[in-house]
């Protein structure tokens, strides 16, 4: 005789609002609590559970979607883009997508699914946007969009060790399953290498500091296995400053520290070389790409390669000016402030 299911009652939270990831059941399941969500939304901020898609009216004013073309979303995340795409195809063509991300993905499908945009219209492939050139290989696109920035659920699961703002094993890795968690490639790297790390990756201008701090924390026999004792290792190394303007800076080169981290763990800067390189060559004559940014090493990069395919004749033109959210987005969704769109067109010669 079956069992029944034992109910497990929801976690409980002292005072009016939740304050652990944990406890915020309502903001994690968006469907279920749609005016909840839709209330925290207007207040300014993300909900745990959900990515709010960024610059989507400018993004299709560009791309310029019709019914019946063939796009990638090379950056699924939460669905919000390729959702608004979808729509645009009115179920006519197709929208590939791929994700690294074996949790979100899933939950994505799923979702979309659920609004009837299914394997018909809609193939997701959980692969390295790296590899485009690989989703599907004998079709060129008529539009690519690339948002390069890690999705809300990510930051704000601690158990992915995205943010100091909770306790959390320091993994950071985009796709859990592959590669080393940060915490065992923080122990890899010596001094000049973190310095390195650190200014390349974040502009960091106190590298030699924190890098200085943790080798010193581990060579006294400390250990950096969570988020917190990153940022309690980022706080000691800045404890020269002036305590008028130390808790800002903390803040603000954890910050940094973890985007340096995470963009080393994840190879960030290989895979977009890698994207970037392929690009043109997925393209159909005529076709459009756009790839929204979300700090300056990445926007550096996108920005050369775009000139330097007008100039080869590769595209026939691209954005001359970062096209930015305005501050109405901005306050509705904070994590915009950093964007930066840049779009270019595949010119008409055939690709290579």
């Known amino acids: 005789m079956e069992q029944e299911p034992v109910h497990k009652r929801r976690v409980r939270y002292k005072g009016t609002h939740p304050r652990t990831y944990a406890e915020k059941y309502k903001e994690r399941d968006p469907e279920k609590y749609s005016e909840d969500v839709a209330k925290i939304i207007q207040s300014g901020k993300t909900p745990a559970g959900m990515h709010i898609p960024i610059l989507v009216d400018e993004i299709l004013d560009f791309l310029r979607i019709r019914p019946g073309q063939i796009g990638l979303d090379a950056t699924l995340g939460y669905g919000g883009h390729s959702r608004r795409m979808l729509e645009q195809l009115e179920g006519q063509g197709h929208l590939y997508a791929t994700d690294v991300d074996p949790i979100e993905s899933e939950k994505t499908r799923a979702r979309l699914?659920?609004?009837?945009?299914?394997?018909?219209?809609?193939?997701?492939?959980?692969?390295?946007?790296?590899?485009?050139?690989?989703?599907?290989?004998?079709?060129?696109?008529?539009?690519?969009?690339?948002?390069?920035?890690?999705?809300?659920?990510?930051?704000?699961?601690?158990?992915?060790?995205?943010?100091?703002?909770?306790?959390?094993?320091?993994?950071?890795?985009?796709?859990?399953?592959?590669?080393?968690?940060?915490?065992?490639?923080?122990?890899?790297?010596?001094?000049?290498?973190?310095?390195?790390?650190?200014?390349?990756?974040?502009?960091?201008?106190?590298?030699?500091?924190?890098?200085?701090?943790?080798?010193?924390?581990?060579?006294?026999?400390?250990?950096?296995?969570?988020?917190?004792?990153?940022?309690?290792?980022?706080?000691?190394?800045?404890?020269?400053?002036?305590?008028?303007?130390?808790?800002?800076?903390?803040?603000?080169?954890?910050?940094?520290?973890?985007?340096?981290?995470?963009?080393?763990?994840?190879?960030?800067?290989?895979?977009?070389?890698?994207?970037?390189?392929?690009?043109?060559?997925?393209?159909?004559?005529?076709?459009?790409?756009?790839?929204?940014?979300?700090?300056?090493?990445?926007?550096?990069?996108?920005?050369?390669?775009?000139k330097q395919g007008v100039h080869e004749g590769v595209y026939a033109d691209a954005a001359r000016e970062v096209i930015r959210p305005s501050a109405e987005e901005c306050f509705r969704n904070p994590r915009a402030r950093s964007t930066k769109l840049r779009w270019a067109i595949r010119s008409d010669c055939p690709a290579d």
């Open 113 to 306: 699914a659920a609004l009837g945009y299914g394997p018909e219209i809609l193939t997701i492939r959980r692969m390295n946007f790296a590899r485009l050139d690989e989703v599907a290989p004998d079709v060129k696109f008529d539009f690519v969009l690339a948002d390069l920035g890690v999705s809300s659920m990510q930051i704000d699961n601690p158990a992915r060790g995205f943010t100091f703002k909770q306790d959390g094993p320091l993994d950071l890795r985009l796709d859990p399953s592959a590669g080393v968690p940060a915490a065992v490639r923080l122990r890899e790297l010596d001094y000049r290498e973190l310095c390195g790390m650190l200014v390349e990756n974040a502009d960091e201008p106190y590298a030699e500091q924190i890098a200085r701090e943790i080798l010193r924390t581990y060579k006294k026999g400390g250990q950096i296995e969570t988020t917190r004792e990153l940022a309690a290792v980022i706080a000691q190394a800045l404890s020269f400053l002036p305590a008028k303007e130390r808790k800002e800076t903390v803040k603000k080169s954890c910050q940094r520290t973890f985007q340096a981290l995470r963009i080393d763990v994840n190879s960030e800067f290989e895979v977009l070389y890698a994207f970037l390189e392929k690009l043109p060559r997925v393209l159909k004559p005529g076709g459009r790409a756009a790839i929204l940014t979300f700090h300056s090493g990445e926007d550096r990069l996108v920005k050369q390669a775009f």
